[in-house]
């Protein structure tokens, strides 16, 4: 079963624009990890948060992660058609396994 | 450095065929891993390999069959193929230490059609 789900399910921007999305999970994680994909392509790795971190950036990326909570927000600062992709969010398991959600849909419109 | 490689790209099988997906990598990951990806579902995975000789199986195992030929190459074989297994395939690899600690390189994906 899917521990992480994200929210919306499909998001729609226009080019320079912030895109917020958001990633909750049911149960205590030891880290959560970001992936990207583009169409018709593999998962490419975005950035890595753990459990005691509480924000990471990387570029126009930034991660939020409150445990408090259980939900993590992937925030890309002005945005560029190049990310228009669907975005994982991916929570580990007791086992250390990787669970990843269904992903929200990014659109960017020129 | 080509990475995570999979072969083929595209499949279509007849129910009941086998088949045999292969995957390599040239990173000289210890761990290595396939999901399978369904419209809305995110990716399950499938079977992991935590390092050379072992591996153990993930959520939805079951009609699949793997083997860690090498550090390099993990193959996922189908026994008998059912629609039920109509997917896109990726196979990933990462570094040593708990599977989860690390970022997971993917490769392109196969995409499978079982009639």
């Known amino acids: 079963s899917q521990q992480g789900e994200e929210d919306p399910q499909a998001l729609s921007i226009q080019e320079g624009e912030n895109a917020t999305m958001n990633c909750s999970y049911k149960t205590s994680i030891n880290n959560l990890q970001w992936y990207r994909q583009n169409s018709g392509r593999g998962l490419v790795h975005l950035i890595l948060i753990r459990s005691n971190e509480r924000e990471k950036h990387s570029g126009r990326l930034r991660v939020t992660l409150d445990t408090s909570k259980k939900s993590s927000s992937l925030l890309i600062t002005a945005s560029r058609a190049a990310d228009t992709a669907s975005y994982f969010c991916?929570?580990?398991?007791?086992?250390?396994?990787?669970?990843f959600g269904a992903g929200t849909t990014v659109t960017v419109r020129a | 450095n080509a990475g995570v490689t999979q072969t083929p790209k595209f499949q279509v099988l007849k129910t009941g065929q086998s088949m045999t997906l292969q995957c390599a990598q040239d990173?000289?990951?210890?761990?290595m891993y396939w999901y399978r990806q369904d419209p809305g579902m995110g990716l399950r995975l499938i079977y992991y390999?935590?390092?050379?000789?072992?591996?153990d199986k993930g959520e939805v195992p079951n009609g699949y069959n793997v083997s860690r030929l090498n550090k390099r190459e993990f193959s996922l074989r189908l026994e008998s193929a059912a629609p039920s297994q109509t997917s896109v395939y990726f196979c990933a690899s990462s570094e040593d230490g708990p599977l989860s600690y690390n970022e997971q390189f993917f490769g392109p994906g196969t995409r499978l059609t079982v009639l």
């Open positions: 390999s935590a390092s050379e000789g072992t591996t």
């Open positions: 991916a929570t580990d398991a007791s086992d250390y396994k990787l669970s």
């Open positions: 990173m000289n990951h210890n761990s």
